[in-house]
């Protein structure tokens, strides 16, 4: 499905980031899997095995933590609030008893195995994502660049994290076995349908609500920038797209293109919108995907509301056209 008259202010600038600390010697299945949250053994500065069970519940909850990399950073600390909230439980950043007595009612462990397919070696795969989108619009396919960045989105987890819960094996054999994380949902549960989508510019979230005005779903996001603010106000879903191409007008002059001539980006994962477009009601707007779900509410977009492409999948599956989408806060 083609994405018309879409992805006109959402290319993206990303901020380089300090690589990342080494991850704990104990960051094993079952020390995750009996892990306690608390505020000794949950850290912004490096993962750890409470950290990760803590990100997955909240993931299985529908109130997501974004990429899960065993932090209790930004995005752990809002979707921890955000459920706290729905929960009607003090809400606030810190972790709380109450909270966590709430998250597990959902017994199950937070690891499980995972088996690798012919599926997830097929590719093909990219050698190097382009940095420049001119170099993207004659690639048949945005696919990822490894097995091992397929895996790690498979699961919400990052890359970091795969490898460091599976030391010394690779991700390109068929029939290898791995440890991931279990974000699957209950296989009773069917998601609740959204009535209404609000959109904070300034916490950089998206929540969904039910007819109710139940809080029943969290999500991190970039919303646009101080040089393309998103829009304010009530807006409308018009269309949901899969696999969305990206059309590029260079009236749009993003910084770093230089092409005068239009140009399409084929679908991918690694599309510069990700693998969904849900377009709104404003022309050029739209709620999609990313090929970089580590920078989500850590880099700008132009515009656009930005997520980590199974956030994307899954608002997609809970929205329906013609629903209001509001916008909240001043900033960009």
């Known amino acids: 499905m083609s994405l018309t008259k879409s992805g006109r202010f959402c290319i993206f600038a990303i901020f380089a980031l300090a690589a990342s600390p080494a991850f704990a010697a104990e960051m094993t299945a079952d020390a995750i899997n009996s892990a306690q949250p608390s505020k000794k053994t949950l850290s912004n500065e490096q993962p750890t095995p409470a950290g990760v069970r803590l990100q997955v519940l909240l993931d299985r909850a529908h109130f997501s933590p974004g990429e899960i990399d065993g932090r209790f950073g930004d995005n752990a600390k809002k979707a921890l609030r955000a ?4 929960q009607q439980l003090p ?3 810190a ?3 109450d909270v966590w007595e709430a998250l597990q009612a959902d017994d199950r462990p937070a690891m499980t195995t995972y088996t690798i397919t012919g599926q997830d070696v097929a590719g093909p795969f990219l050698r190097k994502l382009p940095s420049k989108m001119e170099d993207m619009k004659g690639i048949p396919k945005l696919g990822y660049t490894s097995p091992r960045e397929a895996l790690a989105e498979r699961f919400h987890m990052s890359e970091q994290l795969l490898s460091a819960l599976n030391p010394g094996r690779r991700f390109d054999r068929v029939g290898g076995t791995i440890v991931v994380v279990d974000t699957a949902r209950a296989k009773e549960e ?7 989508v609000e959109i904070d510019k300034v916490r950089q979230t ?12 969290f999500y991190p996001a970039t919303v646009g920038s101080e040089e393309k603010p998103s829009p304010s106000g009530a807006l409308k879903i018009t269309e949901v797209s899969r696999n969305p191409f990206y059309r590029y007008n260079p009236a749009y002059h993003f910084k770093g ?6 140009f399409i980006i084929k679908p991918g994962p690694n599309n510069p919108v990700g693998t969904v477009w849900i377009n709104l009601s404003a022309e050029g707007y ?3 995907g990313t090929s970089a779900p580590d920078k989500i509410s850590k880099a700008e977009s132009h515009g656009c509301v930005r997520l980590t492409n199974w956030d994307a999948e899954r608002i997609a599956e809970r929205v329906s056209k013609g629903i209001p989408v509001v916008f909240i806060g001043n900033s960009g």
């Open 286 to 288: 739209g709620i999609h």
């Open 190 to 196: 069917a998601p609740a349908k959204a009535d209404r």
């Open 257 to 262: 293109v230089r092409s005068r001539k239009p």
């Open 95 to 97: 972790f709380t008893d």
């Open 206 to 217: 998206v929540k969904l609500f039910d007819k109710s005005n139940a809080l029943i779903g």
């Open 83 to 86: 459920y706290a909230e729905a």
């Open 91 to 93: 809400s606030s950043d």
